[in-house]
C-alpha cells in the first residue's frame, strides 16, 4: 500500500478502464467528464478497538478528490461538522487499474449516537449515517448479522435484501470471508471488485461490516505475474488491526456492546511462535469476560463440517487453536468457505494425542458452537453435498443461501437464528438459544 499523491502514470496506459464497470450498471448516463468526481463503493467499519471511531471508505474513478468525509452529529441544535482527509491508495492488477480508493478514519465519536457523513464534489454529495455501538457492557444488547462468502449473484443480492429487511435488524455484519469472487473471471477482473463494492453499499455504507479474508481474497496469479497475495482485498477493505497490537490486518480483535470479537486467517501462517498463533496468545488474557461477557470469532475455514466439499481443511488449524478456545470458554465460531449451513453441538476434539486413540469429537459444555454460514450466494454453486450419516456432532445442517442473525440480550442469554433466501423474512429455519459459557452453564 502506499500513498499516491500525483494520477499515477500509468492511469491511461490500462486498456481497461475502473469506470467501464460503472457505466454498464447505469448506462444511458453522462460520460466519463461528468461522473469523473462522483463517489462509488462506500463503506464503513470500525477504526479502534473500544467502538469510538469508524474507518470510511469510498472510490473516485478518475481524480483523487474528493478526498474529504464531513460528518456530524444528528440532531444536535448547533450543527458543528467536522472533516477528516482520507489516506489514498491505488493498484494495478494484470491489466486493471484501480481508481483512488480512499480511506479516512474519524475518531472521539460518541457512543450509542447517530452520525451523518458526506463525501461531496462540485457536482455530486452522497450522504450516509450510522449509529456509534452502545458503550462497552456486559449486558449490553447487540444484534450482529452474519454473512458469509456473499458473491454479487442473484442469490448474493437475495441474501443482502433479506438481511437488511429481517425484522430483527442487525447493527453490524460478521463477514466470514469471500467478498467479490473477482478471481473466479478470466484474469480475476478486478471489475467485479468495483461492482461488489457497489453493490454492498447499501449496507455497509451504514452499519459496519467486521471484515476476514477467504481464499477468494489470495488473488495470487503467477501466470499473470500477480505475486503479491491478498494484492486487492488489502487496498480497498481496511481494518483496525494495530488497534489490538495485531501485526498483520488479517487477525485482529474489537470489542463491541457486550461481545469481544477475534478475527483470525485461515490463509497465514498459525503454528505455534507465528506471529497470528502469539498474538492470540496475547489476546486471551486481555479479554474481561465482566466487561464483554460473550466472546465471537470469525475465520473463513470451518473446524467441524460435515460436508464433502473442504472436508477436513480445518484441521490442522483445529489442532493448533481449539484447546485455547475451550480454555477460555468461546461462545461461537463462524466460517464460511463451505457453501452451505450448518450448525455444531458444544464439541471439541482435544484429547487426542496420537497414541491414545481418543480421535473422536466429544460433546464439551465448555466448547463454542461452530456455524458455517458460507451460503452468502457465491458464484459456484450451492454446496448440496453432506456426508451420511449426519454425524452426532451436526445439531443442524442444510444446503440453502442464507444469512443469520446473532441478537445478544445479556450477560447469560443470547438468540440465534438462521434464515433462508426462500422463505418469507421473519420465518426462520434453525434458531437456538445461547447461553453464556462463562456466565452460565446451561446447554
Ligand atoms: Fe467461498
Known sequence: MHLDTEPPSWRRKSNQNPLDS???????????????????????????????????????????????????EAGTKHLHKLQTHSEITTYRYYNYASGYIHHATIKDLTFDTKYFYEVASNEVTRQFSFTTPPKLGPDVPYTFGVIGDLGQTADSNRTLEHYMSNPIKGQAVLFAGDLSYADDHPNHDNTK??????????SVAYQPWIWSAGNHEIDLASNLEETDPFKPYLHRYYVPYKASQSTSPFWYSIKRASTYIIVLSSYSAYGKYT?????????????????????????????????????????????????????????????????????????????????????????????????????????????????????????????????????????????????????????????????????SYGG
Open 275 to 439: 506471529p497470528q498463533y502469539k498474538w492470540l496468545e496475547q489476546e486471551l488474557p486481555k479479554i474481561n469476560r465482566y466487561e464483554t461477557p460473550w466472546v465471537i470469532v470469525i475465520l473463513h475455514v470451518p473446524w467441524y463440517n460435515t460436508n464433502h466439499y473442504h472436508y477436513m481443511e480445518g484441521e490442522s488449524m483445529r489442532v493448533q487453536f481449539e484447546s485455547l478456545f475451550v480454555q477460555y470458554k468461546f461462545d461461537i465460531v463462524f466460517a464460511g468457505h463451505v457453501h452451505s449451513y450448518e450448525r455444531s453441538e458444544r464439541i471439541s476434539n482435544i484429547k487426542y494425542n496420537i497414541t491414545n486413540g481418543l480421535s473422536l469429537p466429544v460433546r464439551d459444555i465448555n466448547a463454542p458452537v461452530y456455524i458455517t454460514i458460507g451460503d452468502g450466494g457465491n458464484m459456484e454453486g450451492i454446496a448440496n453435498n453432506f456426508i451420511y450419516p449426519q454425524p452426532n456432532y451436526s445439531a443442524y445442517r442444510e444446503a440453502s443461501f442464507g444469512h443469520a442473525i446473532r441478537d445478544i440480550k445479556n450477560r447469560t442469554h443470547a438468540y440465534y437464528c438462521w434464515q433462508r433466501n426462500q422463505d418469507n423474512e421473519p420465518v426462520v429455519a434453525d434458531s437456538a438459544w445461547f447461553f453464556n459459557r462463562f456466565f
Open 193 to 202: 471488485w468495483d461492482t461488489f463494492g457497489r453493490f454492498i453499499e447499501k
Open 22 to 72: 460503472e457505466k454498464k450498471l447505469e448506462s444511458g448516463q453522462s460520460p466519463i467528464t461528468k461522473r469523473q468526481r462522483l463517489v462509488f463503493q462506500v463503506h464503513i467499519t470500525r477504526g479502534d478497538h473500544e467502538g469510538r471511531s469508524m474507518i470510511i471508505s469510498w472510490v473516485t474513478p478518475v481524480e483523487k478528490y474528493p478526498n474529504v468525509v464531513t460528518y456530524w
